[in-house]
């Protein structure tokens, strides 16, 4: 019943380390982008590969 908050939680836990790295990086922005968007894919994955209704952002597309 609370497996989605489980996926929330992870994703965030996958996000703490790469944001981490990008305060070091000479660019920490476009690094903390890349980091949200990829970690914010893997998420949307996860969240299609279970059969309940998916988090609402995972149903737009490019920049939305």
Do not use: I, S
């Not at 497996?3 to 660019?27: E, V």
């Not at 890349?34 to 949307?44: E, I, K, N, Q, S």
């Amino acid at each position: 019943a609370f497996a989605h908050l489980r996926r929330q939680a992870a994703a965030l836990d996958a996000l703490r380390p790469r944001l981490n790295d990008c305060c070091r990086h000479h660019t920490p922005l476009p690094c903390a982008r890349r980091a949200w968007t990829d970690v914010l894919d893997g998420f949307c994955t996860d969240e299609f590969g279970v059969k309940t209704r998916q988090f609402h952002c995972c149903r737009r597309h490019g920049a939305a």
